[in-house]
């Protein structure tokens, strides 16, 4: 059975307690003004802290845990974090300097997917059907046609398929360096199947 070894009450009612628990493990309550137990750790078995942010290292947290310096997550054959919110596109890891800047941030989309940002511009995305999408939330660039740098993207398709556009301005430039020789090799079923090289100033087609 559990035994109360110190109990602290004001006019108001009760606000701490330190008893052991009915395995006969140390535990310790805070109460708030309400006689609610916000904060409650055990010895052994679960705890809780309910009663605001909590700070480390730090004592004005701004946030449900507050960390100033590194930390640690560590397991044994394997180790996990996860993160759970109640709704779609809540769940983000921000990084930000010391002035509260955001620099960069990883994203969920939806229900599946992740978009990576460079400071508050998206940068790309991995998509719910698993395709990459760079500098566009497009996955069918092959077919824009407005003429501006809207159209402009890289599709990395999951099925193997490459799209890119680009307004204005070449879309590929594939660059041989120190030697004449093949600069673009197409194959069919392992075999190679067609190339396109150079040769001295001129473009070869084999």
Known sequence: NSQTMARFNTSGGVRAVINTDSDDD???????????????LRAAGSSFLAGGNLG?????????????????????????????GATENSKNIIFQNTAGTQQAKIANLGTNGLAFFSGTGEAFRIDASEN?????????VYNN???????????????GRIYAAKSGASVAILNRTNNDGTILQFNRSG?????IGSFASDLTLG
């Not at 535990?27 to 006689?35: E, G, I, Q, T, V």
């Not at 507050?66 to 397991?75: E, L, N, Q």
């Not at 075999?191 to 190339?195: K, Y």
Request: hydrophobic fraction near 35%; glycine fraction near 10%; charge should be negative.
């Open 26 to 40: 140390g535990a310790f309550s805070l109460y708030d003004k309400n006689d609610a137990v916000k904060v409650f």
């Open 145 to 159: 046609s407005s003429n501006t740098s809207a159209d402009n993207g890289i599709n990395l398709m999951s099925d």
């Open 56 to 84: 480390i290292n730090m004592s004005s947290p701004q946030y449900t845990l507050d960390v100033v310096g590194s930390h640690r997550v560590a397991g044994g054959t394997s180790v996990s974090t996860t993160l759970q």
């Open 132 to 140: 990459v999408l760079v500098g566009t939330t497009d996955s069918s």
């Open 191 to 195: 075999a190679l199947a067609g190339a």
